[in-house]
């Protein structure tokens, strides 16, 4: 009641009010920052490393034009090795992110697909080349 909502997820409950989702907003190629809800999106050119991490807060990214979305129904990216395509969902189910956060959790998304979802999953497409300029992307939850 009063706008609550209750939550069973991961063996705690949990009471949270339901907040909509943050509109869509798209990253520049030059250096930048923004809020998306509560998240801190920051980002610059950086030569990318040898290894990208599947989980990271932290992403590089080829040249592309990078937009932060919220989830969508049915939604599936190629992990970062790994083989086939995986549902979002599941991806958060394995990263333990309750059901109540997922609505507001950022999706960044290339050419109208999931690319990366921070602290949950990396999709393996658009990974620059060791070294080669990149567009590095940090987020954080203050």
């Known amino acids: 009641g009063g706008g609550w909502w209750a939550e069973l997820s991961v063996g705690r409950l949990r009471f949270y009010r339901v907040a909509a989702p943050p509109g869509p907003q798209s ?3 030059a250096a930048g ?7 801190l999106v920051r980002w610059h050119p950086d030569p990318a490393p040898a290894v990208h991490e599947r989980r990271a807060m932290t992403a590089w990214f080829a040249p592309a034009s990078l937009k932060i979305r919220d989830a969508r ?19 958060f189910q394995e990263a333990k992110v309750p059901r109540s956060r997922r609505g ?11 690319v990366w979802v921070p602290g949950v999953c990396r999709a ?19």
């Open 104 to 114: 507001a959790w950022p999706v960044f998304e290339a050419d109208g697909g999931a």
């Open 73 to 91: 129904q049915g939604e599936a990216l190629r992990p970062v090795r790994g083989r086939g395509s995986r549902p979002l969902v599941r991806c």
């Open 27 to 29: 990253l520049g190629n």
């Open 33 to 39: 920052e923004t809020r998306w809800g509560g998240w």
């Open 124 to 142: 393996a497409a658009l990974i620059p080349a060791e070294g080669a300029e990149a567009l590095r992307v940090d987020v954080s939850y203050p």
